[in-house]
């Protein structure tokens, strides 16, 4: 990295390792307090390189034991991983949360890995914003790479792809039979499909049918999901894992997908942040704007309607003059 053009001092430290100041900083995102914005776009420069993993999946798949075993891999390859563990459900209270803390405590005392769970702050765009900026802040504090687990519900599954470079999507063999009924956004966002507890049987045939499932999915890109099969307890398929990670990681480089996703990412975040402007202002002046005020007037005594209302109010007030 080339010389700090005068980064905030809690940038800095957070720079040179300080992991308070990283701790702190993630919280300020977290609770969405403006004192994170100067870190944070300070530290913008320095980020957008490193691989961005999702784990997502339903409840109860593996995707923490996975993340536990890759994690200790990584560290003996002598790699440094962050991993964020998302759970848009209960605030502060999800048992799985409190779970994959536990499990991951065991390395509290390991500088090379950084865990944090992040609960919801309301609507999937403010998780997916959110993470973004807890994972820039993990590769502007060194980090080689980080994971996102989302603890498994639809819309933080779809979010992922706005956060993760590979999205690797955590099924197990008894959904088998289910497979054709799986979500439609499943396969959209997985570029990977890791049919985990394939100890148990039924595997093969799960593997099998996402398989064929995938050859018919997206191509756009022009990378087709791959199937690996893993079970965290035998151990196996760990390394098949990584090895398909890293070949999408690859693939990314090479066929320019990773200027191309990140370019589709930060138009999404951009449009969101206006969004949430435009939001906030659009409620404020139907309270305080004379002219407003008496436009939802109308739609409340129903002599125009909330869409032709949306409408007009954009017109006017935010198209390009
Ligand atoms: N049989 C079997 N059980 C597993 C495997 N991986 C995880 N589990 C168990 O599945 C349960 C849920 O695992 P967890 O990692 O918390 O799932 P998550 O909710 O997707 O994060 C735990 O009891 C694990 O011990 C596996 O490969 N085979
Ligand atoms: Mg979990």
């Known amino acids: 990295m080339s010389p700090a053009p005068r980064l905030p001092p809690a940038a800095r430290a957070i720079v040179a390792g300080d992991r308070r100041a990283l701790a702190r ?3 300020a995102v977290e609770n969405d307090d403006p004192a994170a914005r100067p870190i944070v776009r300070a530290l913008y420069p320095r980020t957008g390189k490193i691989p961005v993993i999702g784990l997502t999946g339903p409840l109860g798949v593996g995707k923490s034991s996975l993340l536990s075993l890759l994690i200790g891999r990584l560290r003996t390859a002598g790699r440094s991983v962050g991993a964020i563990a998302v759970d848009p459900s209960s605030p502060f209270s999800g048992g799985s ?11 509290a005392d390991d500088d090379g890995v950084y865990f944090r769970s992040m609960a919801s702050r309301g609507e999937a765009g403010g998780i997916a914003a959110a993470t973004r900026e807890v994972a820039r802040l993990l590769e502007a504090a060194g980090f080689d790479l980080v994971f996102v687990e989302t603890v498994g519900s639809g819309q933080v599954d779809v979010a992922i792809r706005e956060v993760a470079t590979t999205s690797v999507v955590v099924l197990v063999p008894h959904l088998g039979d289910d497979v054709q009924t799986l979500k439609a956004g499943l396969f959209e966002i997985a570029d990977i499909f890791d049919v985990n507890k394939s100890d148990l049987p039924g595997a093969d045939r799960a593997a099998r049918d996402l398989s064929e499932l995938a050859s018919l999915g997206r191509s756009a890109d022009g990378w087709t999901s791959r199937i690996v099969r893993t079970s965290t307890t035998a151990p196996m398929g760990l390394d098949e894992l990584w090895e398909a990670i890293e070949a999408h990681e690859r693939f ?6 990773r200027v191309a996703g990140e370019r589709r990412r930060l138009a999404r975040e951009i449009a969101d942040r206006v969004r949430e402007h435009v939001g906030r202002d659009v409620t404020v002046r139907l309270d305080r704007d004379r002219e407003l005020r008496s436009l939802l ?3 409340v005594a129903r002599r125009t309607d909330p869409i032709s209302a949306a409408d007009r109010l ?3 007030r935010y198209r390009a003059r």
């Open 314 to 316: 954009y017109r006017q």
């Open 25 to 27: 900083a993630i919280t």
């Open 297 to 299: 007037d109308r739609v």
């Open 252 to 257: 990314l480089d090479e066929s320019g997908g």
């Open 97 to 107: 949360v409190l779970g994959d803390r536990i499990r991951l405590e065991r390395r």
